[in-house]
């Protein structure tokens, strides 16, 4: 699964989307006003990203597919109307994702390093999205095809070129 079809699952996330329009003529492109999700707030957004900075673990996230709702979002929403009309805040809300999207990545990182450096058979992989999920996958999968080949050759009696890549 790539990047795209994550973004395409986020897609089905229901939004609420209040029209504003007159009795004799509807008009919705445009005329309307996105309420985003009670997560999309500055306080809660700051609470989750000093939760996810402070704790060794991954946090819960409010939306399995927060950063690409909130880029959906916000971009939608600046395509339609100003997102100061639909969105208090944006750029804030905006910043602050990324700052929970990048403390997550990091983590992730730190955890697949030392997945590899002790050897480890299986992870857990608890409270992470698959956006998440996806970005590591192809540094993971290849990291750990490499191990494989390393351990496989080191064993005596294997013989080179007897196991195929995954």
């Known amino acids: 699964m790539d990047a795209s079809e994550v973004e395409f699952l986020a ?5 609420k989307i209040i029209p504003n329009f007159s009795l004799d003529k509807i008009y919705l492109i445009g005329k309307c006003r996105i309420v985003p999700p009670a997560w999309m707030d500055v306080d809660k957004l700051e609470e ?3 939760l996810e900075r402070k704790e060794d673990t991954f946090t819960p996230v409010p939306s399995p597919y927060y950063m690409e709702l909130t880029k ?3 971009n939608l929403v600046m395509c339609l109307c100003s997102a100061s009309d639909n969105i208090p ?5 905006r910043t ?3 700052d929970i999207w990048d403390t997550r990545i990091a983590k ?3 955890s697949a390093d030392s997945f590899i450096s002790q050897l480890e058979a299986h992870a857990k992989l608890d409270n992470l999205t698959l956006m998440e999920i996806n970005t590591i996958r192809v540094f993971l999968l290849d990291s750990l095809n490499c191990l494989y080949k390393l351990r496989s050759n080191q064993h005596p009696g ?3 070129g007897q ?3 995954f």
Not at 11 to 15: I, L, S
Not at 89 to 93: G, H, L, R, T, W
């Open 108 to 110: 992730l990182r730190l």
């Open 163 to 165: 196991f195929a890549d």
């Open 48 to 50: 989750m990203r000093d």
């Open 72 to 74: 959906l979002l916000l």
């Open 89 to 93: 805040k944006a750029d804030e809300i």
């Open 158 to 160: 294997s013989s080179k």
């Open 96 to 98: 602050l994702v990324k």
């Open 11 to 15: 897609e089905k996330e229901t939004v």
